[in-house]
């Protein structure tokens, strides 16, 4: 038998927390986040999606582009606007690092056919 969740929100399926929190599309997208192995909860690796997860877990998703951390405020009710999803979690990811841009030298310096979309050394 499993234990019955508290009514009051504050501990939720980690599945349907991460679709209420707007960090996945679908409740299935998550399951396949989950079972790849790339959210952590606490520093374990999660493996299943029905996890329950409370206010002060440490949520951390390896993404397709971007490594999110995250702490659990509350339990989500609904997939509401980001505005409202926003009020479920703290975002403790580092920002993106500054991509440099490169001085003319070293743009000329660069050979030919080494980026961009025409095909130099077909």
Do not use: H
Request: with cysteine; aromatic share 4%.
């Amino acid at each position: 038998m499993t234990e019955k969740e508290p009514q009051d929100g504050s501990r939720q399926r980690i599945d349907k927390w991460l679709f209420f929190a707007r960090m996945v599309k679908s409740r299935s997208l998550a399951q396949s986040l989950i079972a790849a192995g790339a959210v952590t909860v606490n520093g374990e690796t999660c493996s299943q999606p029905s996890r329950v997860i409370k206010p002060g877990d440490r949520v951390e998703l390896l993404l397709e582009r971007r490594d999110v951390v995250l702490i659990v405020r509350a339990g989500g009710v609904r997939r509401g606007p980001f505005e409202e999803a926003r009020l479920l979690y703290d975002d403790l990811t580092p920002p993106p690092g500054e991509r440099r841009r490169l001085t003319p030298f070293e743009r000329a310096q660069r050979g030919l056919g080494t980026g961009g979309a025409g095909g130099g050394d077909r």
